[in-house]
C-alpha cells in the first residue's frame, strides 16, 4: 500500500535547463494535485488534474511551467528554462476526489538552480 | 478572499503542556479543515481535519476547535511531547479542490 511516490527526491539544474519533475498518486486516487513550498513558507496551490485533464491550473506561472496526467503513467511537472527563483520543494498531492477530500503528499522534489 | 491566517508564527511549548495553533479564513465557501504536521525534509502528513457542520473533533492528543460564526479554527495538542516539534499547516478547500495553506507554525516542544 504505497503512498504517493515523488521523483527525484533532488534535483539540480543550471538556469536555462529544463526540470522534470514526476508524482505517481496512491493506488485508487485519481486526482493529483501539485504544490510548490518556498524556503521558510507555506505550500502554494500550483495545479489540480485528474486523468488526462487540467481541472485547475489558476497557480501555475503563466510561462515556462506546464503539468500533464497523462491515461497510463506518473503525472508531470515541467519547468522549462529555470531561473534562480524556482529553486523549491514542489510537492504532489492525491486523493480518493469525489469519494473524499483528503490529499496525501508525496515526500516532494527539492529543486536548486545554480 | 481565498487567505487562511495563522498564527503564532513560532511557539515553545514545555513537555507535557498543551499546544494551542489557531487560523482564520475568509471565504465561507470552504468546507474541509485539515491540519498538517511537516518535519524537516519531508513531506506534510495529515494529522486531523473536520468540516463546518462539527464543532470540534478529536483524535488522541490532537483536538480541532472549530467557530463557523467566527470563522476561525484550532489545534489543541495535549500533553505535548518532544516529537511533536514540528511545523504544523492549517488548511481549507471547497468541494475537494485545491487546499489554501496557512503560512505555519513552528512547534518546539522542550524535554
Known amino acids: 500500500n504505497a503512498g504517493v511516490m515523488q521523483n527525484p527526491r533532488h534535483l539540480v539544474r543550471r538556469r536555462g535547463q529544463e526540470a522534470r519533475l514526476r508524482c505517481s498518486p496512491m493506488?485508487?486516487?485519481?486526482?493529483v494535485y501539485w504544490y510548490r513550498q518556498l524556503p521558510e513558507e507555506g505550500l502554494k496551490f500550483m495545479v489540480y488534474?485528474?486523468?488526462?485533464?487540467?481541472?485547475?491550473e489558476s497557480g501555475m506561472p503563466k510561462e515556462r511551467f506546464s503539468a500533464e496526467f497523462p491515461k497510463e503513467g506518473p503525472s508531470i511537472l515541467r519547468i522549462q528554462q529555470v531561473v534562480r527563483g524556482d529553486s523549491a520543494a514542489y510537492f504532489c498531492?492525491?486523493?480518493?476526489?469525489?469519494?473524499?477530500?483528503?490529499?496525501?503528499f508525496g515526500p516532494g522534489t527539492r529543486l536548486t538552480v545554480l | 478572499q481565498q487567505q487562511v491566517k495563522q498564527s503564532p508564527q513560532s511557539l515553545i511549548v514545555q513537555k507535557g503542556g498543551i499546544s494551542i495553533i489557531n487560523c482564520a479564513y475568509e471565504n465561507t465557501a470552504f468546507d474541509y479543515f485539515p491540519w498538517y504536521q511537516q518535519f524537516p525534509g519531508k513531506g506534510p502528513a495529515l494529522l486531523i481535519a473536520?468540516?463546518?457542520?462539527?464543532s470540534e473533533k478529536k483524535e488522541g492528543r490532537f483536538t480541532i476547535s472549530f467557530n463557523k460564526s467566527a470563522k476561525q479554527f484550532s489545534l489543541h495538542i495535549m500533553d505535548s511531547q518532544p516529537g511533536d516539534s514540528a511545523t504544523y499547516f492549517c488548511a481549507a478547500s471547497r468541494s475537494a479542490r485545491q487546499l489554501t495553506f496557512g503560512s505555519g507554525t513552528q512547534l518546539t516542544v522542550l524535554p
Open positions: 498531492a492525491s486523493s480518493p476526489g469525489l469519494a473524499g477530500d483528503e490529499q496525501f
Open positions: 488534474l485528474q486523468k488526462e485533464n487540467i481541472i485547475d
Open positions: 493506488k485508487g486516487h485519481s486526482h
Open positions: 473536520i468540516r463546518p457542520d462539527v
